[in-house]
């Protein structure tokens, strides 16, 4: 067997828990989407009409933007991992949203049309969300090295 380095050991194991961490970070976001949703329903559609979306959606935005933030402080991941992170990110909140829009019975060419222009036009900002979801976590890391 060929030895491999301790610090080989130690980056690969700090890797592995940035990446764990992230993995729960992402949870954490989903779980504020789905309470940000619900409080839109309940309290903001009801009081603002179709503005609800937009409010909503820039609640979303203020929120994500915080615990990402706080993620890339803590965590303090190089600019390409912070990149991967925010790919991971973007995979998996892509593919829970096809796997929602499915379960709902609905066709999955709902998601990518709920990214078009046409959704921004009408307050919809989960494509703007998701530039940010994706490329957050690289931005905040790049000015931590500043």
């Known amino acids: 067997m060929i030895p491999v380095p301790e610090r080989a050991h130690a980056r690969t194991a700090s890797r592995r828990r940035l990446y764990a ?13 789905v309470v940000n949703g619900g409080l ?3 309290l903001l559609a ?6 609800a979306l937009s409010v909503s959606g820039l609640t979303a935005m203020a929120a994500f933007l915080v ?9 303090r991941p190089s600019v390409p991992a912070a990149l991967r992170i925010g790919l991971l990110w973007l995979v998996l909140t892509l593919a829970a949203e096809a796997l929602l829009t499915l379960a709902a019975g609905r066709p999955t060419l709902e998601v990518l049309s709920a990214l078009g222009p ?3 036009a009408s307050g919809n900002l989960m494509a703007p969300l998701l530039v940010i979801v994706t490329l957050a976590p690289a931005a905040f890391a790049a000015r931590q090295r500043d």
């Open 46 to 51: 009801p009081r603002l009409g179709s503005l």
């Open 40 to 42: 839109r329903e309940l």
């Open 21 to 33: 961490l992230s993995l729960g970070v992402w949870f954490g976001l989903l779980g504020i989407a």
């Open 67 to 75: 615990v990402i933030g706080t993620f890339v402080h803590v965590t």
């Open 118 to 120: 046409a959704a921004i």
